[in-house]
């Protein structure tokens, strides 16, 4: 799985009154630091589990998230035409609750791995997204966009108007974010969006004690993960092709940030 975010669904968020608290949480012993407890805490609620027999995942993530991420998305890809490629999408609950609510965009899902996109698949079909299209195997940190490139899917598909990614780039090797932000500027235009939703630092501070202790939970389990500074992802945007970005801020202390192709 190296270069690759984790399989558990949506991506687990900051701790502190955040999407992936975990009330009652697991018994901890003393022998504990405060790092591995907070880091049992994080993945029990990013867990996904089975919803039915029908195949689809639910993250507990997801489902508190959608609400505000759709929100925005509605906002900034208003009276837009053409493809949202979604980057890591997990157990396919954003694609199923918010791209209905944006009826002329086509979103196409991706993920790594099977069982993911059987839950997009899943997912879609119980909530009738009528333009949500079959979820396709991709890795963010390979040459995703000639990928898509050599096998029609972007000419099919075109315009891509958005590359959206939701809790990916933190909890996942840094290449992952290169890849997905130098393909993102392969597939979009001039005024195609770069949606990127997550914690960030800013000017090289946490936004929040929360967010910190989070950031050293990450770094803890794997030490390539950790929250981004969101200058570094912003000149990682820069240099294939974008502008600077307008920033939503999120519940949770989380950003949603919108780059514009240039």
Known sequence: MAGRPPDNGQRPETHQGSDTEQRGG??????????????????????TVAQGDDGRLCSPSATRNAGAIGEALFRLLAGRTGTL?????????????????????????????????????????????????QPRRLDAAADW??????????AAMSPIAAVFASNVIHIAPWRVAEGLITGAGKVLAAGGMLLLYGPYREGGRH?????????????????DWGVRDLEAVANLARTAGFGAPAITR???????LAFTRL
């Open 26 to 47: 697991p018994a901890q012993t003393k022998a504990q630091t405060n790092a591995q407890a907070m880091a049992q805490t994080i993945m029990t609620a990013a867990e």
């Open 85 to 133: 490629i979604e980057i890591g999408s997990g157990t396919g609950q954003h694609a199923a609750s918010i791209a209905p609510g944006l009826p002329s965009i086509c979103w196409l899902p991706t993920e790594y791995r099977e069982a993911q996109l059987a839950s997009i698949v899943a997912w879609c079909a119980q909530a009738g997204a009528s333009n949500v299209r």
């Open 145 to 154: 966009a000639s990928d898509l490139a050599v096998d029609g899917t972007l």
């Open 207 to 223: 936004t929040g004690e929360g967010n910190a202790r989070f950031d050293a939970t990450l770094k803890a389990r794997d030490p």
């Open 250 to 256: 999120m519940p949770a202390n989380n950003l949603l």
